[in-house]
């Protein structure tokens, strides 16, 4: 287990993620194009979110299901913009069972088209609405460019699906699911979003609109990190979905749609990382405390594992994540590099010294040197450790706030949101350019509009592009 | 929502099987041939069933991980009665972005070949073993003849995959997770099971051997409902795995698979049910307590209300999983055969007289009317349903282990064999016939030998078929 440098992420920050997703144990490759193999420490990170959002949904009263995984091709087609969004990426099954199939199944690339079937079975009358259901699952997009966890052909998400007896309940709940994954990112990932719209090019294939949050990377890379759809009545037509409503007239639903995938796992390694590996936020941290024994002799060690094992155990009993490398034949540095690279919030090293003395040495990961390191007493060692985590929780959130704010620009004319955008960083402007403008931008440029932000300056302005009157900003930004 | 009556399982199981599961909102059928739709209810069980396994999986040291839902054809072929067994089965992914691809990719049935693939990037020296990793899944078998969650094409499940530095452990493993479903079986969904070994001709494809947990259904068939498989060094050596031991010798390490899958779904609704509906053991039940309120005016209803909210938050302040029923238009009787039919353990009536008494009614799932029946005050409502539920899963355990007992028959001719399994139930008999005499017997009676049970009377007898002498029982049955 040689600990090779990692490449610096101001030498080149794409070849530092490729590198530290490996390295920090998160993932491997795999043997079938453009799939990942996700390893015990990255699944317990998706684990940690998976657990912090189903909180959510159940407590905004959705429950999960399951729907197969193959849909008749023929469902596919039945929404016009959504066959088209999706058709380039599909995987198709054409063989089962040793025979052709009559009609080919295309593995899920997502599930609207197979859950609508269900939902017009289910939804008869208004008491039947509204429906909340979510889903966790595997789905399967052939991108021809993958990169870990960002873009994989087949990834593991939820995906909520809802339907409603009006138009205003169902942007309700489009708006309170972005809210949920906004709250996610900021309270748990520590990652400032920008909640925001889609413009009508960057929207999902068959919704009315899209909400998006979007995060700035240590690049200053944009992520789009979880979307929430308004699908109008597009696919409730599409199945014929039909309810009787209070007056017994028959009305199409109003459906909506969000989901937030493995992605979220890369939008952390890339929002907190260093040079030195990961920095997890101890709320989604597999571990959040690792003990490092430190002693040379057998006595020493008795001793030393002695307390070791008990304040472990003191950790344990407060539901705080606590992990002790006992692993033989490694230094001490060895394993402080090494869990610096997985990101463990919080090192805890215990010497003889330490026994002698009642203290503790707690190291912050985000924190390098001496500025990060305390002795603290063994006795309230929980209180301690829980008062760290909480502030390298806000440490990290913050750290990436800053970042941001420093990095988003107002523009008023293209050729500075070219400059802005050249140097690394967002622009904000006011915008009334159409579909085609922000091709021909992200072709000159390589930025897209990311949101057109619900925190919007009031007020009209010259749009950067056309200098026609708008009111509105948006976010203009190269993208993952 | 009309309530029709259920076939009874006395005049046609097979019927009250497919009857009570849509019945009781555990599932929905798909436009997907032999794919099934879990609704809420159904996943909740699930869940639970997730929860019980996963927490055990954890406590005895393996981590869970996620590999490729695609497995390129080639790996699947080099292990030669793995292939075999597995090749009628399979959907085939031949198309992707478009385009034919140059060798199809068949949807995993099983993960063995796509996971010894990466241990053989992880096995390097005997420090590396034991690797004790799980996966939770969907996979698929296109399986001609489908019932829901007992054979499904595509299915939901956990499958473990560890490698080993000796036989021993490996073995020691494969009999560790075996005992951890049938913990599992017993204490959780109160099934109680038989546990064996399979013959060569029912054990896994690719297999040294396979031990099976063996439940009776209430019609006594059996359901195999978790398997675990010593594979020997049979895939260590397909995928050419080696590591260097503590004399730096070059070795392959032994390896097991083992799962348990949604068809516990089945094994619940089949060991417990009855003409009612689902009788859900409290300890996996997604609603230990539903609350019915009682009343005829507003009046009646603003107090029974106050009680109902009171009572309801008392029981989910002690994590108990309690539901109150506030559909309006449906009466008590049509809201009490609902929650019949839905398996609820405990059911709790607050009227009025109930309010004014301080008292509360009690009526078990396990126990019909009146017998089942109890009035207790609301002070210390929260221990005496706790009690309550202990009870219920303690009964429902009993009743289960009392229809086994009692139909499981000692035969010592095949002529008695033949009786036994044609009555309904399960015969047991001293066994020395071969593979082909396991196919006659099967072709005859319709009977297999569900396992050669770790139980075993000792001594020696006679085969019952071929009359050699034999040192073990087997347990004939049919089964699903």
């Known amino acids: 287990m040689a600990q090779q440098a990692v490449t610096p992420q101001s030498v080149d920050f794409s070849k530092w993620y490729n590198e530290i997703v490996y390295k920090a144990d998160l993932c491997d490759q795999s043997p079938v194009r453009g799939c990942l193999i996700i390893k015990p420490y990255g699944y317990e990170l998706w684990e940690a979110i998976k657990g912090g959002l189903d909180r959510r949904f159940k407590a905004t009263g959705h429950q999960n299901a399951y729907f197969p995984l193959f849909i008749p091709e023929s469902f596919l087609k039945r929404e016009a913009e959504h066959v088209e969004g999706f058709s380039p990426e599909l995987a198709v099954v054409t063989i089962a069972g040793g025979k052709e199939l009559e009609e080919p199944l295309v593995v899920r690339p997502t599930s609207e088209t197979i859950i609508m079937d269900s939902f017009k079975n289910w939804i008869q009358s208004y008491r039947d609405l509204p429906l909340l259901i979510n889903q966790w699952a595997n789905v399967v997009r052939w991108e021809l460019r993958t990169r870990p966890f960002l873009r994989t052909t087949e990834f593991l998400w939820q995906e909520g699906h809802t339907a409603h007896a009006t138009a205003e309940e169902a942007e309700a709940e489009t708006m309170q699911m972005l809210e949920v994954y906004a709250d996610f990112a900021v309270n748990d990932a520590a990652i400032p979003v920008i909640r925001g719209r889609k413009t009508d090019r960057e929207k999902f294939a068959g919704a009315m609109h899209t909400y998006t949050i979007e995060a ?5 890379k944009a992520l789009q990190s979880g979307t929430s759809h308004n699908l109008g009545q597009n696919f409730a037509k599409a199945f014929d979905i039909k309810f009787l409503d209070q007056n017994n007239e028959s009305q199409y639903p109003w459906t909506t749609s969000w989901g ?6 890369g939008a952390i390694v890339m929002t907190h ?17 690792v003990i490092v024994p430190i002693f040379k002799t057998d006595d020493e060690r008795s001793v030393v594992m002695e307390t070791v094992d008990r304040l472990s155990k003191e950790l344990s009993n407060a539901a705080i994540r606590v992990h002790v490398d006992r692993r033989e034949g490694q230094s001490p540095g060895f394993k402080f590099n090494d869990w610096e690279m997985r990101g463990v919030p919080v090192r805890m090293e215990i010497g003889p010294k330490d026994v002698q003395n009642g203290s503790a040495a707690l190291a912050r990961r985000d924190m390098p040197g001496k500025e990060g390191k305390q002795f603290v007493p063994q006795a309230g060692i929980v209180a301690a450790v829980q008062d760290l985590l909480v502030d390298i929780q806000a440490n990290l959130l913050k750290q990436a706030e800053t970042l941001r704010e420093e990095n988003i620009h107002d523009v008023k004319r293209y050729d500075e949101l070219k400059d802005v955008i050249e140097k690394g960083g967002w622009a904000r402007g006011w915008w009334a350019g159409t579909g085609d403008d922000e091709g021909r931008i992200k072709e000159e440029t390589g930025a897209t509009i990311r949101c057109i932000p619900f925190a919007q300056p009031g007020g009209k302005g010259a749009c950067l592009l056309t200098g026609k009157e708008s009111a509105q900003v948006v976010l203009f930004a190269k993208a993952y």
Chains 1, 2 share one sequence.
């Open 273 to 289: 990382g260093d040079d030195k590996g990961l920095r997890l936020p101890p709320k989604v941290a597999p571990i959040q405390v």
């Open 216 to 220: 700035m990377m240590r690049d200053k």
């Open 260 to 265: 937030l995938s493995t992605r979220m796992v």
